[in-house]
């Protein structure tokens, strides 16, 4: 079982910057998919980015040349770095995980990337942006 922990949500200016971090814990033998998805009150979950499986990052169509998703594999920290925001990018962000590899066996043909199928969720850290 993984356990996910986000945090550097924030209230940020229109036009600012913010980066979001998650930190996986999970056993070592095990690996992930990761991606990062949003929640504004009263809209469905959307995403926002993600790695695949050959640890290439994706993106959804709003945030592409705004937002990059990058990750620490010492410090087992995903990150989401945040520039250019505007408010319709205030929502609750949550980190996702899914596991994709155990003792060195593929458990997953592919990461599920932008699609929100992930197993584990992390509690959330909320971004307010104002105008």
């Known amino acids: 079982q993984v356990q996910l922990a986000e945090s550097g949500g924030d209230s940020v200016e229109n036009g600012g910057s913010l980066r979001l971090s998650c930190v996986v814990s999970?056993?070592?033998?095990?690996?992930?998919?990761l991606g990062w998805f949003r929640q504004a009150p009263g809209k469905e979950r959307e995403a926002v980015a993600a790695?695949?499986?050959?640890?290439?990052?994706v993106y959804s169509t709003s945030v592409k040349g705004r937002f990059t998703i990058s990750q620490d594999n010492v410090q087992n920290t995903l990150y989401l770095q945040m520039t250019n925001v505007k408010p319709e990018d205030g929502a609750m962000y949550y980190c996702?995980?899914?596991?994709?590899?155990?003792?060195?066996?593929?458990?997953?043909?592919?990461?599920?990337?932008?699609?929100?199928?992930?197993?584990?969720w992390g509690q959330g850290t909320q971004v307010t942006v104002s105008s």
């Open positions: 996702a995980a899914e596991i994709y590899m155990s003792y060195n066996d593929y458990l997953l043909p592919r990461c599920p990337a932008l699609t929100p199928v992930y197993t584990d």
């Open positions: 999970g056993p070592p033998y095990n690996r992930y998919c």
């Open positions: 790695f695949d499986r050959e640890g290439a990052a």
